[in-house]
């Protein structure tokens, strides 16, 4: 396994590639449903592009130092959205597909929960890594080698306020 460091270019541009992707399908959708924290970025994103609801689905399962110990999936008790009701064809973003477990099991949580409102549901997400046991409907990077990826906001996991206020006092090069 490599190490992926992604910048804040290339993140927004593999964002744009995912939204042009699900475009060239020619899938029409009505609801984008994101799974945070990693999809957030990602839904707001195309939802802004696409100009429909977002509706965000909380969950965790990530933890211990620097964020790179998989435990317990968790969700959060119900999606926090704007509209009355969920859409009835359903976008579903993350960041990531990895091991597939929590992309498996946030479909079959918004099937239950709200399966009367979905008529079709589809995923997509930036990076598909090879070892996941789901395949993302739509992807921009299909990742043979499961490298750790280290996203550009990651550096706010390990940064305390202290370190943030001392780097403001800091001049910054730029």
């Not at 939802?47 to 965790?60: F, I, K, N, Q």
């Not at 498996?104 to 979905?118: D, M, P, Q, T, V």
């Not at 090879?130 to 992807?139: K, N, R, T, V």
């Not at 990826?149 to 996991?157: A, G, L, R, S």
Request: glycine share 6%.
């Amino acid at each position: 396994m490599t190490d992926l460091h992604v910048s804040w270019t290339d993140y927004h541009h593999l964002i744009e590639t995912l939204a042009l992707k699900v475009h060239a399908s020619g899938w029409e959708f009505n609801q984008i449903v994101c799974l945070a924290k990693g999809g957030l970025r990602v839904g707001d994103i195309l939802c802004r592009l696409y100009d429909v609801p977002l509706a965000v689905l909380s969950t965790a399962s990530y933890g211990g130092k620097d964020n790179r110990k998989r435990g317990q999936l968790i969700f959060s008790r119900d999606l926090s959205m704007t509209t009355p009701n969920l859409g009835s064809r359903v976008l579903v973003v993350d960041d990531l597909v990895d091991s597939g477990i929590s992309l498996e099991r946030s479909l079959a949580w918004l099937h239950h929960k709200y399966g009367f409102y979905i008529e079709d549901m589809r995923s997509a997400v930036i990076w598909y890594k090879s070892c996941s046991a789901i395949a993302p409907d739509y992807y921009s990077q299909f990742l043979a080698d499961d490298p750790w990826i280290h996203q550009p906001f990651e550096k706010y996991e390990q940064m305390s306020l202290e370190d943030l206020a001392a780097a403001h006092r800091t001049p910054q090069a730029v």
